[in-house]
C-alpha cells in the first residue's frame, strides 16, 4: 500500500473516531470543568495527541478508555496551569498591595480573594477583572459584553454581590472593607 493511500485510511479513521467519541469527551471536561471553552479546549487537545499517537491506537472497543486517559492528562495540565495562574496573580495582587506606603490588604487576605474569585462564574470574574484590573467603565464593560451599560452595571453589581457572599461565608475578618465601594481600587464609573 502506497503511503498516501495508508494516510487517507488514517485520515478517515481518525475522522471516525473524533465523530464517535467527541461528544463523551466533551461529557467528561465539563463536568470537571466549569468553563464550556476549556472542555473544548481538552477535547481538541486529546485528538490532537490521538492524532500524533495514531499508531498506537488500541482495539475499537478500548478507544474510549484510551481517549479518556489521554483526556485526563491534559484535563490535569489545564488544571495545574490555572493553580499557577493563580499564585501568579496572587503574588501580582499582593506585590501591588505591598507598594503602597499603608496596604490595607495582607497577603492572607489576598489568597482568600483570589481563592473567592475562582469560585465565582467565569463570566462573573470576567466582569470584576474588567472593573477593576482594566479599569473599565460600565459603558465600556457594556461595549465588550454587547449589552447597555445599564445591563453592564447590573451584571457588576451582581457579580460583586456574590463575591461579598462568598468572602463573608469565609467569615474573613480582615477582608470586611471589601463591603465598602472601595473594593480592591474600584473608582466610580
Request: charged share 30%; proline share 2%.
Amino acid at each position: 500500500m502506497r503511503k498516501s493511500e495508508q494516510q487517507v485510511r488514517d485520515n478517515a479513521e481518525l475522522a471516525r473516531i473524533v465523530v464517535t467519541y467527541r461528544r463523551a469527551l466533551l461529557r467528561y471536561a465539563l463536568r470537571r470543568l466549569d468553563d464550556d471553552s476549556a472542555a473544548e479546549d481538552v477535547v481538541a487537545e486529546t485528538f490532537i495527541i490521538a492524532w500524533r499517537r495514531f499508531e498506537g491506537i488500541p482495539p475499537r472497543d478500548q478507544e474510549l478508555f484510551w481517549l479518556y486517559g489521554i483526556a485526563s492528562r491534559v484535563l490535569s495540565n489545564t488544571l495545574r496551569g490555572r493553580q499557577r495562574s493563580l499564585r501568579l496573580e496572587t503574588r501580582v495582587a499582593f506585590e501591588r498591595e505591598s507598594e503602597q506606603n499603608t496596604p490595607r490588604y495582607g497577603e492572607e487576605d489576598i489568597k482568600q480573594l483570589m481563592t473567592a474569585l475562582t469560585e465565582l462564574s467565569r463570566e462573573e470574574r470576567e466582569l470584576l477583572q474588567l472593573t477593576y484590573w482594566e479599569h473599565l467603565s460600565c459603558r465600556e464593560i457594556g461595549h465588550v459584553l454587547g449589552c447597555t451599560e445599564k445591563a453592564a452595571g447590573i451584571r457588576i453589581s451582581r457579580a460583586r454581590q456574590h463575591l461579598r457572599r462568598l468572602l463573608n461565608d469565609r467569615q474573613t475578618a480582615s477582608i470586611t472593607p471589601l463591603l465598602n465601594k472601595e473594593t480592591l481600587g474600584w473608582t466610580k464609573n
